[in-house]
């Protein structure tokens, strides 16, 4: 079966930097990708989406990055600020189906001011 | 945008006592209904999802059920808790496209004692 996972659990950055976080993913099948912010206590909130025709995708700050090739895909958020505080999903979806995700673990980042 | 509502938010429930959290979601019609737990620190595991009323698919084995009794209504239960069910549960939206965003509500918090 897929699996999605994360990287790192844990990323600590400086006010003002970029943030890099990663995701590594198993089905070569999936053909939609999706980040998520979960604050704590709080239900998960869509960030950014990409599909797998697509290698790069850009938001308000957030640049979402899909490598095929490798299975990989990537959150930049540029300029990171205090309220980007938060655990990061990916997730990945079979048959464009966008609920029946697959979520990673999450990683935590962490801005330091 | 959709608007998702679940209640209670948090619940302190002994074992082997029954269970009925409920979601019900304004902002759209027809939408395709999830429900996911997710343990401490730990990606989501969805359980159940439904593409319309009446109509429940089961993703994992589990000691509990789900039901749809209104187009907007998502009812998820239990008859008798279990230490295990302990957990943050989450209600989700989409709509039917397969581009559509996935929206989640602010989660029940479970504690079975």
């Known amino acids: 079966g897929e699996s999605v996972g994360l990287h790192l659990p844990t990323l600590s950055v400086q006010e003002g930097d970029n943030s890099i976080i990663n995701c590594a993913y198993s089905n070569s099948a999936s053909d939609y990708f999706i980040w998520y912010k979960q604050e704590s206590g709080k239900g998960p909130q869509f960030i950014i989406d990409?599909?797998?025709?697509?290698d790069k995708r850009q938001g308000q700050r957030v640049t979402v990055l899909l490598n095929k090739t490798v299975k990989h895909l990537s959150l930049q958020i540029a300029a990171t600020q205090p309220g980007d505080s938060a655990v990061y999903f990916c997730?990945?979806?079979?048959?464009?189906?966008?609920?029946?995700?697959?979520f990673g673990d999450g990683t935590t980042l962490t801005v330091k001011p | 945008s959709q608007t998702i509502h679940q209640w209670p938010a948090t619940l302190v429930q002994p074992v082997g006592s029954p269970l009925s959290l409920e979601c019900t979601v304004e902002?759209?019609?027809?939408?395709?209904l999830y429900w996911y737990r997710q343990a401490a620190g730990r990606g989501l595991q969805l359980l159940f999802y439904s593409v319309g009323i009446g109509q429940i698919s089961s993703e994992v084995p589990q000691n509990l059920s789900a039901s749809r009794p209104q187009d907007r209504q998502f009812i998820l239960s239990s008859k008798k808790l279990l230490l295990s069910d302990s957990g943050f549960y989450l209600c989700?939206?989409?709509?039917?496209?397969?581009?559509?965003?996935?929206?989640f509500g602010p989660g029940t918090r479970l504690t079975v004692l």
């Open positions: 997730a990945e979806a079979l048959n464009t189906n966008a609920g029946k995700s697959t």
């Open positions: 902002g759209t019609s027809n939408p395709n």
């Open positions: 989700a939206s989409t709509g039917t496209a397969s581009t559509d965003t996935q929206y």
């Open positions: 990409i599909r797998s025709n697509m």
